[in-house]
């Protein structure tokens, strides 16, 4: 059984600074690449937060309200490391801890007594003023957790590892090594499920991951620059 963050600590042994996700917003005009390093270490500041924070544990639900986003994607590595069952979906707000970019549904999230983080997408984002009284700031305070995290134990094969749409796939089945060829630069989705899932399915050939939010005109010129060799937007 291969778990995600074991992927990206291979990736990091592979080489560290490659880019593993390059994230455009044609909305923005945002495009950033992160290498297996970088994300790791993003990933690990936020499953200290889970785990030491939240009390976050394999037997706890961590759910994900964001877009299809880099961000995204650090907080779904941390949900795997910590062993607790990610939820994304409808029914992503009834986890017992939420992570949210609407500052509205943190609020409500804390007014129920449980644990919301309020998440800034801009890269540059040091602070929200909008956070609402209650609610982590990731903007504000994610960095200064450590970039090492190490959990307490390992999620068993057949525990919950994902739950969404009704559907609950075990950790055993998270990553699915025939699914992209070896080494492929793939251009992922921008629905959050389908992100998550190309982008395992892409690391676990070694390869990369290409994701365009809100894609304005023709594609081609763009996919060709990048060496997108598998296009699973289509």
């Excluded at 495009?31 to 500041?45: C, F, G, H, M, Q």
Aim: with cysteine; net charge negative; aromatic share 6%.
């Amino acid at each position: 059984m291969t778990l995600p963050h074991q992927l990206l600590a291979a990736l990091r042994r592979a080489d560290a600074t490659a880019p593993r996700a390059t994230c455009y917003d044609d909305a923005t005009g945002e495009r950033i690449e992160l290498s297996a390093r970088v994300l790791a270490t993003w990933a690990a500041k936020a499953a200290t937060l889970l785990a030491e924070d939240a009390d976050v544990s394999p037997d706890s639900t961590v759910g994900i309200a964001l877009p299809a986003h880099w961000r995204a994607l650090y907080w779904a590595l941390a949900v795997w490391s910590t062993g607790a069952c990610l939820v994304t979906g409808p029914a992503c707000t009834a986890a017992d801890v939420v992570v949210t970019d609407d500052p509205a549904v943190a609020a409500t999230i804390v007014q129920d007594g449980r644990y919301a983080v309020l998440v800034t997408l801009a890269a540059l984002a040091r602070a929200n003023p909008d956070t609402p009284v209650g609610v982590v700031d990731e903007a504000a305070e994610l960095a200064g957790y450590p970039d090492d995290f190490v959990a307490l134990a390992e999620p068993m094969p057949d525990d919950p590892g994902w739950a969404r749409d009704g559907d609950h796939t075990a950790y055993r089945d998270l990553v699915d090594p025939d699914r992209v060829p070896t080494g492929s630069r793939v251009r992922v989705p921008d629905a959050l499920d389908a992100f998550l899932s190309g982008t395992l399915a892409a690391w676990a050939g070694g390869g990369s991951v290409v994701l365009i939010r809100n894609p304005n005109g023709d594609q081609a010129p763009r996919l060709a620059a990048e060496r997108v060799s598998l296009n699973l937007a289509e």
